[in-house]
């Protein structure tokens, strides 16, 4: 027998935010750790199928065991699986998008991708009604993200990278849209997957998310360690920093996923805005965090975008 849930009970405003500004937070301190992981000596792959495989152990156990077992059969299994192959296979077009077209196209691409998850819902769910807030709110995010994510031409050509100096001078007109093209539908249907699915109706206590959560974490763990024993290529290079990266990365993702799915159940706010709404205030996070840990100096036009997302924040915060 499962675990039996507590039936839903109203939350506070104030626990309610709170949530919003976990899922925030873990996922800025998840953008964090890819930053730092150079300077660790870290092997990012090998680091990303040790974050699954940790990601996956801890969800089950603090689901728990029999808890996580009897939520197999419920119809968000077979959806939660589809993302732990979709989760592996953008990890690598993600990578493959940032050594050819460089990270200011992948971090539009991936916000961008908000459009795909909001207009379904809105299209989809009867309770999710279009308002001039949400128009107004996304017609600000597209250019939002596109001047908060870029560079100028001066700063883009004084930052090169270890991927860039392997890269050829310049991308195929090919990649130059296919890459980011399915950078974007990927990042939206993850989107996508989980608003979809954060209903009562799915999931109605933290064990049901954690469970939930644990499905495409071991889809893309098993997905990993197979590549690491059947192609040679692909054999794990071990070393101190790798695990020990891995492993925090894979209580972060935890706690991200966890976080979203709790601000999809407890905000008052339909689907639609809430997925601009986490993308833009990560947005925000991360810039700002950049600024602080880093010693990334902003431009005009990141501060332009920063000031377009925090309007359109305003705008989300006032739908419903």
């Not at 077979?78 to 196209?105: D, H, N, S």
């Not at 050829?168 to 130059?176: E, R």
């Not at 939206?188 to 954690?210: A, Q, V």
């Amino acid at each position: 027998m499962g675990r039996v849930c507590a039936s839903p009970h109203f939350v506070p405003s104030f626990a309610v935010m709170i949530a919003l500004g976990l899922c925030i937070f873990v996922s800025t301190l998840m953008f964090s750790c890819f930053r730092l992981f150079p300077r660790w000596n870290v092997k990012l792959e090998d680091a990303i199928v040790i974050n699954y495989i940790v990601a996956a152990t801890l969800s089950v156990l603090l689901a728990g065991p029999e808890h996580a077992w009897s939520r197999l059969g419920v119809p968000s299994t077979w959806a939660g699986v589809a993302m732990g192959v979709i989760f592996l296979y953008m990890f690598r077009k993600i990578g493959e998008c940032t050594q050819q077209l460089g990270l200011g196209v992948v971090a539009i691409a991936t916000k961008m991708s908000m459009v795909l998850p909001m207009m379904v819902f809105i299209l989809m769910d009867p309770s999710d009604a279009y308002s001039w807030q949400k128009g107004a709110a996304i017609l600000l995010a597209f250019p939002a993200v596109w001047f908060a994510s870029t560079q100028g031409r001066k700063a883009s050509e004084n930052q090169p990278t270890a991927e860039h100096a392997d890269a050829p001078a310049s991308a195929s007109s090919k990649s130059q849209w296919i890459l980011p093209a399915i950078v974007f539908l990927g990042s939206g249907l993850i989107d996508l997957g989980f608003g979809w699915f954060s209903g009562p109706e799915h999931m109605s206590c933290n064990e049901d998310r954690l469970s939930f959560a644990a499905i495409p974490f071991s889809m893309a763990a098993l997905i990993g360690v197979s590549r690491w024993s059947f192609i040679p290529r692909c054999a794990p290079q071990w070393n101190r920093s790798t695990v020990i990266g891995g492993i925090i990365l894979g209580v972060i993702n935890v706690g991200s996923l966890f976080f979203l799915l709790s601000t999809y159940q407890q905000m008052p706010l339909s689907r639609s805005a809430i997925v601009p709404l986490i993308n833009l205030g990560v947005v925000l996070a991360t810039s700002f965090t950049g600024m602080l840990f880093f010693s990334e100096r902003p431009s005009l036009r990141n501060i332009f975008g920063w000031f377009l997302a925090t309007l359109a924040l305003v705008l989300l915060l006032q739908t419903d």
